[in-house]
């Protein structure tokens, strides 16, 4: 049922590019989920979310020292130094952590696009004024968007853009929800295809197979015993080795129920609310979205949304994974330790690298499995 | 020249049978298999009790180095084969490929149990130091693990680290905690808590005109610092114990007394065995339950 946004996923470059072939539009990558997507949908423009392939680049230390930058983003910048998105005909990056920025600035000079635009976004979104600031500089972000592509984007355009999207959170939002259930009918490895897909291909073409997967999934058949019900707390997850690992591979059954990532519900938990002034609409809607610990101060909006997920998709244990040197992941990481220890929820941080330790991990995740197990 | 042909970094290998039981007599006989990165363990319980155990080497293989454990176990046992034991329970790194077992159990889950039979329930922290990982666990007080952690990517601080070090100095690994304390005054600790380059900065140290012994207890003090991270990261209670190789290890043991201000528990067997010994109790449950 979930195989079509796996192979895509996959294929993610291939499809990028056959699309390009097939409209004639351009193509723009994206860092960071706070990068808006809504005015380049209402431009024609297809973004795509740039993220590694867990796969090593030598090219890469040239520009950013392994033991400092993040390796979600070493492994992000290595795929476009390696070639894999030449196919890109911009890039935008919406400002949340220097890594990012970086892995941008690098990218912008050493791998020239048409089309780049880092694209400010308040510090902390919960600053008085964050709204109407942002909206200004998404109007300053649409005239370059005209001024690129030669054309107007017109009020009818944005509707369609927030629509499309709207749509496809809605519909993120609605399968997630089957994962609610006692036996869960989408697993953890399903919903990140699923919702990783939904940041690379065409929103239309991923709403229509959502669409199409939601006619089928009231009658799915689970034949998995779903085992301890895990959250995943952390950053961008793109580790589908991981998961699978997690869900199939352990001796102890467990299945990824939710998470707080900006590759799944994060991303996908707010809708743009219409209102006359498009731009406000948009910039209420990432304002106001289950924040990434960047954007997260001074009050910790995160936590009580953590635990609105946990209640809402009954977690029994906890999952941290945290890429190599991120520091405001790894910052939060440790408040929510000190929450989910006060709470008796077993938990376990893990550090991610471009490449993982796949036996190691496994002991880890088995042990932790272990805790909820009552042998002696 | 004889002498460079000598392993440094060898301890001996072990076996043990208690005379006083008849394994035929047993209800259930339980046992476990820890096959670990440097060393492989088996222990036979009968009705509970330590009947039997070995403690081997690790080769390239786990399945060889459990046969290995197994064979070396069973040798003097009065005829105790594979069939009669009545729930095998496999742990350690290679415990996924031990051909012979009805399940695997995490070694940290087994070391928690384990610990607890071996230092009695009030156990409620243990530092498990083995061949190439350390971890820390707390307990309840069955011995089961509520939480954990685990060093990384790095084998300082461990087992094998200290065989390397033994080779470097030439010095039998089973003699270093002793001979670091016999120096004048307490190093600082080696810098480095990586194996390669603690390996430079001890051939450093001693062109400098350190004696072995001062460069042993600057690396068992080494050792010490990096686990005592973990230890506080854990957050230590009373009682504490260490289980593992370098249990056994004064220098080190010590010297993370003193750190943490708590005293390990003194142990009454071979620490080594912790992990196989978890196993087997598990296993004496496992086959319980499916008796019911």
């Keep these: ?376 | 020249m004889a002498e460079d042909k000598k392993e440094y970094f060898r301890w001996v290998e072990s076996t043990y049978v208690n005379p006083d039981i008849d394994w035929k007599k047993a209800e259930i006989i339980s046992a476990g298999i820890d096959v670990g990165s440097v060393s492989s363990q088996m222990c036979v319980l009968c009705d509970g009790e330590i009947y039997a155990y070995s403690n081997t080497r690790s080769g390239s293989s786990s399945p060889n180095s459990a046969q290995n454990a197994m064979d070396l176990c069973l040798k003097d046992t009065d005829g105790l084969k594979l069939d009669d034991i009545h729930y095998l329970v496999g742990t350690g790194y290679g415990r996924v490929n031990i051909p012979f077992c009805q399940r695997a159990i995490t070694e940290i889950s087994c070391h928690g149990i384990g610990a607890n039979f071996m230092y009695g329930p009030t156990v409620k922290t243990v530092l498990d130091m083995g061949g190439q990982d350390c971890k820390t666990l707390r307990l309840n007080e069955k011995g089961k693990c509520l939480n954990f952690l685990m060093n990384d990517k790095c084998a300082a601080g461990t087992g094998r680290g200290m065989e390397v070090i033994a080779e470097i100095l030439k010095v039998p690994v089973t003699d270093i905690g002793d001979r670091s304390f016999d120096i004048d005054e307490e190093p600082e600790p080696v810098s480095s808590t990586c194996v390669v380059f603690a390996k430079s900065e001890a051939t450093g140290l001693l062109k400098d005109g350190w004696s072995k012994n001062k460069v042993l207890a600057a690396y068992c003090a080494a050792m010490a610092e990096r686990v005592v991270d973990l230890l506080n990261r854990i957050e230590v209670e009373k009682d504490f114990a260490i289980t593992g190789g370098i249990a056994k290890n004064k220098g080190v043991v010590k010297r993370i007394e003193k750190l943490i201000g708590v005293e390990a528990l003194e142990p009454k067997m071979d620490t080594q065995i912790a992990g196989a010994v978890g196993a087997a109790i598990y296993g004496r449950a496992l086959y319980k339950k499916q008796k019911k």
């Design chain 1, 1 to 376: 049922m979930f195989e079509k946004f796996g192979e895509i996923l996959e294929n993610r470059h291939e499809y990028a590019r056959e699309w390009k072939k097939r409209t004639g539009g351009k193509v723009v990558g994206f860092f960071c989920s706070y990068a808006p997507e809504e005015p380049l949908q209402a431009a024609g423009i297809l973004p795509v979310r740039i993220i590694g392939g867990h796969k090593s680049s030598d090219k890469v230390g040239k520009f950013i020292a392994p033991n400092i930058g993040c390796s979600f983003c070493r492994d992000a910048l290595g795929r476009g130094l390696e070639g894999d998105y030449d196919y890109l005909d911009g890039i935008v990056q919406g400002q949340t952590c220097l890594h990012t920025g970086e892995a941008f600035w690098v990218w912008e000079k050493h791998l020239p696009v048409e089309f780049s635009y880092f694209l400010a976004v308040p510090h902390s979104t919960q600053n008085v004024g964050r709204e109407k600031y942002l909206a200004v500089e998404y109007a300053k972000f649409k005239k370059a968007l005209e001024e690129w592509i030669g054309k107007e984007i017109t009020n009818e355009d944005l509707d369609r853009g927030i629509d499309t999207y709207n749509t496809n959170r809605q519909r993120i939002r609605q399968i997630f929800d089957y994962r609610k259930q006692d036996n869960p009918l989408v697993t953890g490895t399903e919903a990140l295809d699923l919702a990783l897909s939904g940041q690379i291909m065409d929103r239309n073409e991923h709403n229509q197979l959502m669409k199409e997967v939601l006619e089928k999934l009231p009658d799915r058949q689970m034949d998995r015993d779903p085992g301890t019900r895990i959250m995943i707390i952390g950053s961008v997850n793109t580790d589908r080795e991981f998961m699978d690992m997690v869900e199939n591979q352990c001796d102890l059954p467990a299945t990824i129920v939710i998470d707080d990532t900006c590759t799944g519900i994060r991303y996908n938990f707010n809708d743009v609310n219409p209102q006359d002034d498009r731009l406000m609409a948009i910039s209420l809607r990432y304002n106001h979205r289950p924040p990434c610990p960047n954007k997260d101060w001074p009050r910790r909006r995160r936590i009580p949304f953590i635990k609105h997920l946990m209640k809402a998709y009954n977690v029994e244990a906890v999952i941290l994974f945290n890429h190599k040197f991120c520091q405001p992941h790894q910052l939060d990481n440790a408040v929510i330790e000190r929450e989910l220890k006060a709470m008796d929820i077993p938990n376990l941080t893990l550090e991610f690298d471009i490449r993982i330790p796949i036996g190691q991990f496994r002991t880890r995740v088995e042990a932790m499995l272990e805790t909820t197990m009552d042998i002696i």
